[in-house]
């Protein structure tokens, strides 16, 4: 049997498929105050583009589905972090983003979370 222990070290990207990507740039960037990291041209006309907050290792690819998969309407299994869950929330509520009407505040150990959606209705976490 192959050791797998130290073969893998990090998160590097996780992908949300979309059918507008110019859209899902401009919300990510824009709304959600991440940066665009990597935007490279790629196969058939595509683009590969990555964004993250900060300094974060861990990467958020928005790209087109592969042939004749369906985007939207994902849990995309992302939890952002904040230390300011409710200037965050007021921020992207101001901002007209999809979010939750209340942060959810249920007590240790859940911390305060509060979940949006992108504009093709893919659903992140976002906790405080």
């Known amino acids: 049997m192959i050791s797998t222990k130290s073969r893998v070290t990090k998160v590097?990207?996780?992908?949300?498929?979309?059918?507008?990507?110019?859209?899902?740039?401009?919300?990510?960037?824009e709304k959600l105050g991440?940066?665009?990291?990597?935007?490279?041209?790629?196969?058939?006309g595509y683009r590969w583009v990555e964004l993250a907050p900060g300094d974060a290792e861990t990467t958020i690819a928005v790209a087109?589905?592969?042939?004749?998969?369906?985007t939207g309407n994902r849990e995309t299994g992302i939890s952002l972090y904040t230390e300011d869950i409710d200037g965050y929330h007021a921020e992207l509520k101001a901002a007209g983003v999809d979010v939750d009407a209340e942060i959810s505040r249920?007590?240790?150990?859940?911390?305060?979370?509060?979940?949006?959606?992108?504009?093709?209705?893919n659903s992140l976490m976002v906790v405080g």
């Open 64 to 70: 087109p589905p592969p042939e004749g998969k369906p």
């Open 106 to 121: 249920m007590g240790d150990p859940v911390p305060p979370l509060f979940w949006l959606r992108d504009p093709e209705g």
């Open 12 to 29: 590097a990207t996780v992908v949300v498929p979309v059918a507008e990507q110019e859209r899902a740039i401009e919300f990510y960037t």
């Open 34 to 44: 991440l940066e665009k990291r990597i935007d490279v041209p790629f196969g058939n």
